[in-house]
């Protein structure tokens, strides 16, 4: 080979190998500015528990160590886990895209919500799900989107304020948010329904053992309990979304399915993942156009990047507990305070340990 021909392929090689260096720094940029723009969303903020010691109960010892935020329960002293990323999951009740309305009450009900809860401290993946009939504090907002008063209501309709996209998820965070104390949320992300349908098919299908009788897809086939089924397409939709509202503990029976599923869906993604390492951008990108989200593309290349080192096990699901009645028109759900303040301690908090 001639000297020119070398330069030639040195200089080819030199450019190859520049732009494969420049690559790994812009990602490894774009990685980090994500993870910075996450952690540093809520820094130092911690929900408002009450119980903390009051001071003057504290001994001598603990005045010199104790911290803001701290709390004791069952006489042990806990703090609040910075590191922890929390996320909240929707799932509207609206089969067209996710497209703005006029301000109103038409944006649209949460029919389902699950926190996403990421702890790097131990490499764990926890889904808290959310009834949708839980009686909480509502906003109503006027056309204009002025607040005009704050109702007990179920906790889904406060999604239907608002412009039917972002404006209505904010709300629907704060409605959350101070359902948990104020907890830190670091994001949100709201599908319609039925993008079930295409992410399930690009997994391949989900399979569960039916909780109950279920009419599946536009054929009208029934699933009996305790038969094990893939749940491809339509079929997915109507297990996590259909009910019948004559029955009652309907919504509850739903939400039983909804976890289910989201529990083996995760699951499914995960063996995916392990073959395929960039299926979480895939799957963001096929549905993108059908999801509402504060998430940024910084921080989604963080946590795709980041989510084959967490560990999600199946079963790895709280709900809250609480009653389900009957109101006047609809199930209501009123949660068990001592279990709710009991399960955010026990998923985001953690010992303290005395000097």
């Given amino acids: 080979m001639s000297n020119k021909k070398k330069r030639i392929l040195f200089i080819i090689n030199t450019c190859f190998l520049t732009v494969i260096i420049v690559a790994i720094i812009f990602y490894i940029a774009i990685r980090e500015a994500g993870k910075r723009n996450l952690l540093n969303k809520w820094e130092d903020v911690v929900p408002?528990?009450?119980?903390?010691?009051?001071?003057?109960?504290?001994?001598?010892a603990e005045q010199e160590y104790w911290e803001a935020g701290w709390i004791q329960y069952d006489d042990v002293i806990y703090s609040y886990n910075q590191e922890i990323m929390t996320f909240l999951l929707m799932g509207i009740d609206k089969d067209d895209e996710m497209t703005e309305v006029p301000e109103g009450t038409d944006g649209g009900q949460a029919d389902a919500m699950f926190l996403l809860v990421i702890n790097p401290l131990d490499r764990s993946l926890q889904m808290i799900s959310i009834n949708r009939n839980t009686m909480t504090d509502v906003d109503i907002y006027d056309q204009d989107?002025?607040?005009?008063d704050t109702v007990k209501a179920p906790l889904a309709v406060q999604h239907g304020f608002g412009n039917g996209v972002e404006q209505s998820c904010e709300y629907q965070v704060d409605a959350v948010r101070k359902l948990?104390?104020?907890i830190p949320l670091h994001g949100y992300c709201a599908i319609n329904m039925t993008t079930v349908v295409t992410l399930t098919d690009l997994i391949g299908g989900v399979e569960v053992v039916a909780l109950e009788d279920v009419t599946l897809g536009e054929s009208g086939r029934t699933v009996k309990m305790g038969d094990t089924?893939?749940?491809?397409?339509s079929d997915a939709y109507y297990y996590v979304q259909k009910r019948d509202i004559t029955v009652a503990?309907?919504?509850?029976?739903?939400?039983?399915?909804?976890?289910q599923f989201l529990d083996q869906f995760m699951t499914a993604v995960k063996e995916a993942f392990k073959k395929d390492v960039s299926l979480p951008l895939k799957l963001y990108e096929a549905v993108k156009e059908q999801i509402v989200t504060d998430?940024?593309?910084e921080e989604i290349v963080f946590l795709a990047s980041d989510a084959g080192r967490y560990d999600f096990r199946s079963?790895?699901?709280?709900?809250?507990?609480?009653?389900?009645?009957?109101?006047e028109q609809f199930e209501e759900f009123y949660v068990d305070?001592?279990?709710?303040?009991?399960?955010?301690i026990e998923v985001f908090y953690q010992p303290v340990e005395k000097p």
């Fill in 48 to 60: 408002d528990l009450a119980g903390s010691v009051r001071e003057e109960d504290r001994s001598g």
């Fill in 145 to 148: 989107g002025r607040l005009t």
């Fill in 180 to 182: 948990f104390y104020n």
């Fill in 229 to 233: 089924v893939l749940l491809n397409g």
């Fill in 249 to 259: 503990g309907s919504s509850d029976a739903r939400l039983l399915r909804q976890q």
């Fill in 295 to 297: 998430v940024t593309v």
């Fill in 315 to 327: 079963g790895q699901f709280r709900s809250l507990q609480g009653e389900t009645i009957q109101g």
């Fill in 337 to 344: 305070e001592d279990a709710l303040y009991h399960m955010i």
